[in-house]
């Protein structure tokens, strides 16, 4: 899925059918066992929320509670999807850019999400630290990965069958730009950005087709709820939920847009976003800001 036109460090899913070829109706349980563990630890409602990696804002559904919603992802061709379910709700922005760089002021999100994208990131410090500017004091960081240390990869491992141990910290790089992390790995490189982890979940604990086979996407996730707790206390799922926040002094822009440059507040136009201060106009296509192609004076 690479194009030659992105930075070599970004899984490119321009011109992908992401949605229909991975959701298809054998994924409904991850996709219901996602929704449950959001909707247990996101807070309910906010001013600002950024999804960040929003694809085709599979999860929108779940941020009713938030008056302004930033669905950002470096896919044009996600992104109008996204468009195409969110665009007549005028809470919604679709932004096209890379999330290491986002035009998100300090402290204006009282809600981050990031879900199923952190596979993709060489480089986890890049990212975690624009979480943490963005967050407003007391924000909610949910963030969502594969987890390397988990049943599968432990029983492989033991078998022989996998040379790679499951208990080491290091990420897992298992086919190009997609990664397994450690839930240690994570929590430290959170941590290194004042990053705190307030509650932790153990997910997908039943993607395993034979079950997926036997029972039903909701009665699995019933059990999957019963057993969280336990589970949660040392994760050994195919994925993890976090959620973290950050402790930095009060003061927030919530829901404010900044040129990327120099960081002074954009104005949002029918034309795009204006930076008055750089005289630069990032555009908007097709109802997406596009923060990827570059501005053009004005
Ligand atoms: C597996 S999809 C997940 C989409 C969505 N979060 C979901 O769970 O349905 C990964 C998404 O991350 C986006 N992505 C990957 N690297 C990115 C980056 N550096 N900046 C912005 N988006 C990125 C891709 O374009 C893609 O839409």
Redesign the pocket.
Known sequence: MKHNHA?T??????G?D??ER??TAERRYE?LA?RHALRALLPARGHALA?????????ADLYSGYERIFL????RT?LRQARERWGSDPRFTFI?????RLPLADSSCDAV?????L???REIDG?FQEVARVLAAGGSFLL?FANKRHLKAIGRWALRRQPWNPFSLEPIEFAE?NFDFHPVYVERHLARQGLTIEKRRALSLFRWAPLKARFSPAQLCRAEAALAPLASLYPLSPSVLLRARVEKPAGAALGQLVCPRCRRTLTLERLGAKCEACRLLWPSIDGVLDFKGGPRPF
Do not use: K, N, Q
């Open positions: 930075p460090d970004i899984c490119d899913y321009e992908s992401y949605r991975f959701w996709d996602e999804d960040l990696g929003a694809g085709f804002g599979r999860l950002v992802d470096y896919s996600m096209a850019t890379d999330i290491r999400v990031m879900i199923r994208v596979h993709h990131l990212v969502e730009l």
